[in-house]
């Protein structure tokens, strides 16, 4: 009687509960645990990736409709940012046009990353010739900067996506291979390589399963860096005419066509120009907070 009144007296708290606090109180860690950069960078990276997502959806215009009648004129009630010297309405064409710029950076970055993460691992891992060779190329190519190597493959094969996405990742695979190198040249002195090696596996095997795994982080960390880059380079060919074509638009594109307009009405610069600023520094600020957690994790661990 006397455990049953203490029983009832102190109920055992249920587990769901606790369950749930527990993992609310995990997660609020890790996200204050983060560098602030990296938070900043993800709140204003999501924020534009809902907006690009859902722009089919929110656009409030067709972003090629033309109305002659309302062509240059500044921001109001039914067009926002205004309209182009052609009538359009400078929001709906900024919504749609960073579809196309983002997406072809990203994109790009991601055939980079691949390419240059696995050659840069194959490079270290054989050695000799193979090795000399490849590093030899990364320098090459390094040394040439990626715009001039771009607009000269562009030029003599022609534009399009297919074009612009194969020119900016035959240029941009190389830091991806050359930090690759240098962490693999590392991960292939650890034991558990030396254990593979001894077990008779293969040279990729041992660089699918244990080199490039080992390295993701940092090369994770250099690909958001690298971001903002293509980004820019992206809209840096489109300026120059040399991206994507009409009736397509992206913000490189809206550039060259605000130009002639600038002075007139302003906003048709600053627009296409702050959006890649402000979606290539949140990707920055990504790729920062990470290089910073990897090195207070290796500061920590030393």
Known sequence: MALSSSLSRDPVPSTAPRRLAHLTATGLRAVTGRHWTLRAGALVLALVLTVLLLTPWIAPYDPAHQDLGQRLSGPGTHHLLGTDQLGRDILSRLMY????????????????????????????RRGGIVDEVVMR?????????????????????????????????IVGWTPFARLMRGLALEINSREYIEAA????????????????????????????????????????????????QPPDSDWGAMLLDAQPYMQRLPLLVIAPGAA???????????????????????????
């Open 197 to 244: 090696e001894a077990l008779g596996c293969s040279k990729a095997f041992i660089v699918f399963r244990h080199v490039i795994p080992n390295a993701l982080r940092p090369v994770l960390s250099l690909g958001f860096l690298r971001f903002g880059h293509k980004l820019i380079t992206v809209g840096g060919l489109s300026y120059l005419g040399l991206g994507v």
């Open 276 to 302: 890649i600023f402000v979606t290539a520094l949140s990707v920055t600020l990504i790729g920062h907070g990470m290089e910073l957690k990897r090195k207070r994790r290796r500061t920590d661990a030393a």
């Open 137 to 169: 190329t990364t320098d090459l190519l390094i040394s040439i900067p990626d715009v001039i190597v771009a607009l000269f493959l562009i030029a003599a094969f022609g534009t399009g996506y297919g074009m612009l996405i194969a020119a900016l990742t």
């Open 97 to 124: 046009g960073g579809r196309f710029s983002v997406s072809i950076a990203a994109v790009t970055l991601l055939l980079s990353a691949v390419i240059g993460t696995v050659i840069g691992a194959f490079s270290a």
